[in-house]
């Protein structure tokens, strides 16, 4: 009986050993955490394959999931997943031990603990259909963390891609490499126009927000011409290259032209004595003979676009007027004269480059440097937020601008009266410039307007409203001091690397 009753004991001793060698032994490791739960459709998914993974991150939501994660970090076993659905609403996937997995309540998926942030997310997570591992772009990339841009419709160049996927090269500083897949239609045109194009660096110089990126300007002209244009407007624009291909490029076609352009051109914000940033738009011109031919052609547009509107009746949009080597551009518009030198586009033809700023007074940019890079950019991330609040009282203004625009409907119709219709016609022949001037003081009607909007408390709570609006995005990259950017186009998409140096404590 004592053999007997051993024997027992010692089988059940071998059965809850094996039951804890079971229970308690680690999980593997998954390449692609949980991403077998993650919907095909979510908008962003990021997988780490251990707790550590999140702890070695600097950024603050890092550090929002762990302070939420930390009072049950003892149930968590391998890997962690995060993911935006459909609705932009997050959904977390925490890895449980087996043993916690078995106790757990009604909220735990294939040994994964599911939080939501609300619960109609959690209702979709459970109902969803498909699966993220099973998308080809997801596949394709394999990557660990996951965008898929078709959901997102972004707007430019981004409606280029389908998907883009990065992983956590480095945390010190922390350093974001990956890949972004070109839709299957315009595979060809990158690999043509794109993949074969010089490299260049980030521009010099000190701006706060700066970029050089790499374009085939025929497609710009396509997109202008196609896109935004409207029929009459499309035929208009083919008209004028077609004289403009006569007149300078002995028959040749304009889009074969544009080709010498860049293919570098940059961006760069930065501020003015006005109190107001200024953008600076650039474009590199490095064939022979082509500032000079782009000059003679820009300003044979203009000219063309203002006497089309002059023949009928019509103001023009803007006039352009020599400064010495400088073009100023002159805007009959409320912001024009309510921001007065903080708002005088300006342009000019110097060296080997076509340079555009919003403020003539910064009118110069620094060339790209060398290096090996399509699309490589820097921001500063403090200076940049200096600038962006010095803006406040424009988008304030924005808030009121319908409300400007009736009163200054009103303060036209009672100046320009009958009698005063009959004056104006007499001191101004030509239609369009009667229009001129009507347009004119309507402007300076809707500025005059906005100026008293301006010392009201609605205004000022709006203003209000704005500058706490941009001190919570202040807030949220306060923790970042700088932001380097680079991209090479590549026979499998866009490769990119970003560097994010955390401000230093």
Request: net charge neutral; charged share 25%.
């Amino acid at each position: 009986m004592k053999r007997a009753r051993w024997a027992v004991l010692g089988g059940v001793a071998v059965i809850l050993a094996a039951t804890a060698v079971v229970v308690l032994r680690p999980r593997p490791a998954e390449r692609f955490p949980l991403a077998e739960l993650v919907p095909a459709d979510a908008i962003f998914y990021a997988g780490f394959t251990h707790y550590q993974e999140l702890e070695e991150l600097p950024t603050p939501w890092a550090a929002e999931i762990r302070k939420k994660l930390d009072p049950v970090r003892p149930h968590l076993s391998g890997g962690l997943a995060f993911y935006l659905d459909r609705n932009h609403e997050w959904v977390t996937l925490a890895r449980l031990t087996r043993g916690s997995a078995l106790l757990a309540g009604a909220e735990v998926e294939n040994g994964a603990a599911v939080i939501a942030q609300t619960p109609e997310a959690l209702t979709r997570h459970k109902a969803r259909e498909g699966s993220l591992s099973d998308l080809p772009e997801f596949k394709s990339l394999g990557l660990r963390c996951f965008f898929n841009l078709e959901r997102l419709k972004p707007r430019g160049r981004l409606r280029d891609f389908s998907a883009l996927g990065f992983e956590v090269a480095s945390t010190s500083p922390l350093t974001l490499r990956g890949r972004a897949l070109y839709k299957g239609g315009l595979f060809r045109t990158y690999l043509e126009q794109y993949v074969q194009a010089p490299k260049h660096g980030a521009p010099g110089g000190a701006a706060p927000a700066r970029i050089a990126l790499t374009e085939h300007f025929p497609r710009v002209w396509e997109e202008v011409t196609h896109e935004l244009l409207d029929t009459i407007d499309c035929e208009k624009a083919e008209r004028e290259a077609q004289m403009l291909s006569r007149d300078f490029l002995e028959g040749k076609s304009l889009r074969e032209f544009l080709g010498r352009l860049g293919p570098t051109w940059g961006i760069e914000l930065v501020p003015t004595p006005f109190g107001r940033p200024a953008l600076v738009v650039w474009i590199e011109l490095p064939e022979e003979g082509t500032r000079d031919l782009a000059a003679k052609m820009v300003h044979r547009s203009i000219g063309d676009s203002i006497r089309l509107r002059r023949d009928r009746g019509l103001a023009p949009a803007f006039e352009v007027m020599a400064d010495g080597g400088v073009w100023r551009v002159k805007l009959s518009s409320a912001k024009a004269i309510r921001y007065g030198e903080a708002f005088a586009p300006a342009y000019i033809f110097e060296k080997n480059r076509f340079v555009f700023s919003t403020c003539a007074t910064v009118l110069t940019a620094p060339a790209a440097t060398a290096g090996d890079a399509h699309a490589a950019g820097t921001v500063e991330v403090g200076p940049l937020i200096d600038l962006v609040r010095s803006l406040a009282p424009g988008w304030a203004d924005d808030a009121f601008r319908g409300e400007a625009e009736r009163q200054a409907s009103m303060m036209s119709f009672r100046t320009f009266s009958p009698g005063m219709m009959t004056a104006l016609r007499k001191q101004f022949p030509d239609p369009a410039d009667l229009t001129k001037y009507q347009e004119a003081q309507r402007a300076r009607f809707e500025a005059q307007a906005l100026d008293e909007i301006s010392k009201g408390t609605p205004w000022r709570e709006e203003l209000t409203r704005v500058k706490a609006s941009i001190e919570a995005w202040a807030d949220r990259v306060s923790w970042l001091e700088r932001v380097e950017v680079s991209g090479r186009f590549a026979s499998e998409g866009l490769e990119f690397e970003a560097r994010l140096q955390p401000v230093r404590r």
